[in-house]
């Protein structure tokens, strides 16, 4: 129900999460979706914005992806297709998580993401 769709690309929010793994168990589950090629998943824990990032591309480099997202506030890394981050303190979370989406969205080359509801659409129906 926090997921958001637009063609092949999915970002959900999770707000807290009882662990960061969490945010990177729900990356998993949603990347195999049929016709899903990106996702974004973020949530606080501990005090910090975390996000998990998976894709289909093999050569799209998710973990420069993630470094791009968390410069000059946090950490990122990973792999061509699986990568993450953590961003500091977020004391203000909607505002972290804006600019997280922001710059993912950028890298990735989706400024004009335009998400529904996941949980409203066909491929919600088929899992």
Not at 38 to 67: N, P
Not at 92 to 100: P, T
């Amino acid at each position: 129900s926090r997921a958001l769709i637009d063609k092949d690309l999915i970002m959900a929010d999770l707000g807290k999460v009882e662990t960061a793994d969490n945010l990177a168990e729900m990356a998993d589950f949603l990347i195999r979706m049929d016709n899903v090629r990106w996702v974004l998943c973020l949530g606080e824990y501990d005090g910090s914005l975390f996000f998990s990032i998976r894709t289909t591309h093999r050569k799209a480099h998710a973990g420069i992806v993630a470094q791009k997202i968390a410069r000059g506030s946090g950490g990122g890394g990973g792999h061509c297709m699986v990568a993450g981050g953590k961003i500091d303190a977020p004391e203000k979370y909607e505002e972290k998580v804006n600019l997280v989406k922001t710059r993912f969205l950028k890298e990735i080359k989706r400024p004009g993401f335009k998400g529904e509801p996941l949980a409203g659409t066909n491929i919600a129906a088929a899992c």
